[in-house]
């Protein structure tokens, strides 16, 4: 893993969030986006090296909404920039580890992304991404 990329936390209203976190971080989201593939409207912040992904469900059966549904809002994920993403999933396989899918798919912030399964990670919900360049 070359570093944290980003930390994804599931809320329930991302425009009350935004000000939150605007106040909270003294700075505006960078960019805001909807993900249709994953069902989430997500926004962003830069802090220093690492990015803050504010992730808002966009319908009632989506990964996120089920999450804040038995979780409540909260952290939701960490995200590790690995390069090439392909290659490192093999390597995690290999050692153990389970992934949501079997090949990368398009996320938000222009990266390919793919989810280790929480079931080999202590129920942390790991996400591997890397640019699509």
């Given at each position: 893993m070359n570093?944290?990329?980003?930390?994804?936390?599931?809320?329930?209203n991302l425009e009350e969030s935004n000000r939150l976190f605007s106040r909270l971080l003294g700075t505006d989201p960078y960019k805001t986006e909807i993900v249709e593939r994953e069902g989430v409207k997500t926004s962003f912040f830069k802090v220093g090296d690492v990015k803050i992904e504010l992730l808002e469900a966009t319908h009632p059966d989506s990964p996120v909404a089920r999450f804040i549904e038995k979780k409540g809002e909260g952290v939701h994920h960490l995200a590790?920039?690995?390069?090439?993403?392909?290659?490192?999933?093999e390597n995690l396989k290999s050692e153990g580890f389970g992934l949501l899918a079997d090949t990368?798919?398009?996320?938000?912030?222009?990266?390919?992304?793919?989810?280790?399964?929480?079931?080999?990670?202590?129920?942390?919900?790991?996400?591997?991404?890397q640019d699509r360049g």
């Open positions: 570093k944290l990329e980003h930390i994804g936390i599931a809320v329930k590790f920039d690995v390069q090439p993403i392909e290659e490192k999933m990368p798919k398009p996320g938000a912030d222009n990266k390919k992304i793919v989810f280790l399964h929480p079931k080999t990670t202590n129920s942390v919900l790991i996400e591997l991404c």
